[in-house]
């Protein structure tokens, strides 16, 4: 057997300002996705030409008619859909850290970032508008490259 990570699904009240994360901030772009009954949307890192490069199932909660998506998914208690529950964060390996900080600078985003012992990766957390902690891996090569007045 062989396992890949696939993609991940994020069930929202408010559709248009994940959207706006995920793709105003971070860079992905809407592509295809077939047509379930409910709302969402499908975001790719790269090129939207497979369905199998969609990272992010946006899911979209219509409070007018929930009904396609609960008979398709389930239904969800609206209190249980903040943060990450047990899952802790999602990861993505990035490029571009410098343009992400002054990003996340001037849009007012709080971020923690932090260097991961012995590998020298550069970490960058985030939450997005549903509380899903976001984390940002970058190479230590684009830290070293900041200037020098920026610290852990």
């Known amino acids: 057997m062989s396992l890949a990570l696939n993609h991940f699904s994020i069930r929202t009240l408010d559709l248009a300002a994940t959207e706006r994360f995920y793709c ?5 772009q809407i592509g295809p996705r077939p ?11 790269g090129a939207a030409d ?44 990035a490029t571009g850290l410098a343009g992400m900080l002054a990003r996340l600078r001037e849009r007012g985003v709080p971020c923690r970032e ?4 012995a ?3 550069y970490q960058v957390f985030l939450s ?12 230590a090569e684009e830290k070293a490259a900041l200037p020098a007045a920026r610290g852990d």
């Open 35 to 45: 047509p379930f009954p409910f709302p969402g949307i499908w975001l790719y890192p």
């Open 114 to 117: 932090r260097t991961v012992p």
């Open 128 to 139: 997005d508008p549903n509380g899903v902690v976001v984390e940002l891996n970058y190479p």
């Open 24 to 28: 105003g901030l971070l860079g992905m």
């Open 119 to 121: 590998l020298g990766l």
């Open 50 to 93: 497979d369905y199998a490069q969609a990272a992010i199932h946006i899911i979209g909660i219509d409070r007018n008619d929930p009904e396609g998506l609960k008979r398709y998914l389930g239904d969800r208690d609206e209190a249980a859909l903040v943060g990450t529950g047990v899952v802790d964060h999602v990861a993505f390996f």
